[in-house]
């Protein structure tokens, strides 16, 4: 019984996420939530699916908008990785850039920034980490995500 409470509630607060967004290109559940309960999940007659399409009379808009279960847990461990390599990029290798540039365009300078020499102990992969570690822990993972046409 907890389960079928649990598998509700989700599929209510997912459907008013579908509402909310009206994403016509689909909304996408995300999260370990999702993969670990499909068994409860998929299926037109589940409670995720009848809490999902109870929306009254704004129920007929849910049935425009394809709905997507992502089957791996760590997608926001992966997004928060990606936006950390984005703006280490754009940042640590800008400066490298900038500090070569201060050089008249000649050899590296021994104090400046390279993809090899980050301010995080020197490795471009434990700066990717601990960024994606921060990134994950503060904003947490999103169980939706939209995309439209």
């Known amino acids: 019984?907890?389960?079928?409470?649990?598998?509700?509630?989700?599929?209510?607060?997912?459907?008013?996420?579908?509402?909310?967004?009206?994403?016509?290109?689909?909304?996408?559940v995300t999260g370990g939530i999702t993969p670990k309960n499909i068994k409860h999940i998929e299926?037109?007659?589940?409670?995720f699916?009848?809490?999902?399409?109870?929306?009254?009379r704004v129920s007929p808009i849910l049935q425009t908008i394809p709905l997507f279960a992502v089957m791996v847990e760590d997608l926001g461990v992966r997004g928060a990785h990606k936006c950390c390599k984005i703006l280490y990029e754009q940042e640590y290798?800008?400066?490298?850039?900038?500090?070569?540039e201060e050089?008249?365009?000649g050899g590296k300078e021994e104090n400046a920034i390279t993809p090899s020499s980050t301010a995080i102990g020197g490795s471009k992969?434990?700066?990717?980490m601990i960024?994606?570690?921060?990134?994950?822990?503060?904003?947490?993972?999103?169980?939706a995500t939209t995309r439209t046409k």
Request: hydrophobic share 45%; glycine share 14%.
């Open 93 to 100: 290798l800008a400066k490298a850039t900038a500090a070569e």
């Open 131 to 143: 960024c994606s570690i921060i990134a994950a822990a503060s904003a947490g993972y999103l169980f």
């Open 125 to 128: 992969n434990t700066a990717l």
């Open 43 to 47: 299926g037109a007659q589940s409670q």
């Open 103 to 105: 050089q008249g365009g």
């Open 1 to 28: 019984q907890a389960i079928d409470i649990m598998i509700s509630a989700y599929g209510s607060e997912v459907g008013c996420a579908a509402i909310k967004w009206i994403p016509t290109g689909g909304l996408y």
């Open 49 to 56: 699916m009848k809490a999902y399409n109870d929306k009254g």
